[in-house]
T-cell receptor, first 113, second 110 residues
Framework: DGGITQSPKYLFRKEGQNVTLSCEQNLNHDAMYWYRQDPGQGLRLIYYSQIVNDFQKGDIAEGYSVSREKKESFPLTVTSAQKNPTAFYLC????????????FGPGTRLTVT | GQSLEQPSEVTAVEGAIVQINCTYQTSGFYGLSWYQQHDGGAPTFLSYNALDGLEETGRFSSFLSRSDSYGYLLLQELQMKDSASYFCAVEGGATNKLIFGTGTLLAVQP
C-alpha cells in the first residue's frame, strides 16, 4: 500500500538538544511539506520541497532545518534555536508543488522539557 | 496579508445537516480546499473548489463564491464518525502554497 509514514509517533527531548523527525513516502510524489500544528490551531508551513536537493522556507522556518537527498525522504531537524518546539509535526506530500490535494502522515508529537 | 476565518466550534445532532463557513483574504487565489482531521490524526483531503458553485461528493458538498471570498462545507446525514476538526485551506498567496484556517471542531451528538 502506498502512503506516507512518520516516526516516531511520540518523541521526548530535553531543551538544548537537536532532534530529527523522519518522513518517508512511497507515493512517488515530487513535493513534500512539513507543517507544525499547535493546540486549537491550523497548520503552519515550516519547509517545503519541490524536487530532490531543493527546498524552500515556509512561514515559520526559524529554528528548523531539512534535507531532501532522496525523493522518498524529507527529514526535519528541530534545533535548539527553536524557541518553542513542543508541538504536533505533520509531514505531507503531493504529486506536484502547488497541488491542492496533499497526503498527510500520522504526525509526530514532540515534547521538549 | 492573508487570513482565513471559520467558526471555532459547531454542534449538531445525528442525521442533521451542518454548514461550516470559511471566508478568506489572500493576495492571490487559485482555489479552496477542505480537510478533515480526527483528534490526534492526520488531516485528509475532502474537496476542492476552483470555480464558483457547488461540488458534491457523497454526503459532503463544498461551495465557493470567488466574488465574496467565501466558501462552505456542507455535511448531510451527519454520523457520529463525522465528529472531527474541519479546515479550509486556500491555494494562493505569493507562493501558491496551501494556507490553512484555524479549523472548526464539529461535535455530532446522538
Amino acid at each position: 500500500d502506498g502512503g506516507i509514514t512518520q516516526s516516531p509517533k511520540y518523541l521526548f527531548r530535553k531543551e538544548g538538544q537537536n532532534v530529527t523527525l523522519s518522513c518517508e513516502q512511497n507515493l512517488n510524489h515530487d513535493a513534500m511539506y512539513w507543517y507544525r500544528q499547535d493546540p486549537g490551531q491550523g497548520l503552519r508551513l515550516i519547509y517545503y520541497s519541490q524536487i530532490v536537493n531543493d527546498f524552500q522556507k515556509g512561514d515559520i522556518a526559524e529554528g528548523y532545518s531539512v534535507s531532501r537527498e532522496k525523493k522518498e525522504s524529507f527529514p526535519l531537524t528541530v534545533t535548539s534555536a527553536q524557541k518553542n518546539p513542543t508541538a504536533f509535526y505533520l509531514c505531507a506530500s503531493a504529486k506536484r508543488e502547488g497541488s491542492y490535494e496533499q497526503y498527510f502522515g500520522p504526525g509526530t508529537r514532540l515534547t521538549v522539557t | 496579508g492573508q487570513s482565513l476565518e471559520q467558526p471555532s466550534e459547531v454542534t449538531a445532532v445525528e442525521g442533521a445537516i451542518v454548514q461550516i463557513n470559511c471566508t478568506y483574504q489572500t493576495s492571490g487565489f487559485y482555489g479552496l480546499s477542505w480537510y478533515q482531521q480526527h483528534d490526534g490524526g492526520a488531516p485528509t483531503f475532502l474537496s476542492y473548489n476552483a470555480l464558483d458553485g457547488l461540488e458534491e461528493t457523497g454526503r459532503f458538498s463544498s461551495f465557493l463564491s470567488r466574488s465574496d471570498s467565501y466558501g462552505y462545507l456542507l455535511l448531510q446525514e451527519l454520523q457520529m464518525k463525522d465528529s472531527a476538526s474541519y479546515f479550509c485551506a486556500v491555494e494562493g498567496g505569493a507562493t501558491n502554497k496551501l494556507i490553512f484556517g484555524t479549523g472548526t471542531l464539529l461535535a455530532v451528538q446522538p
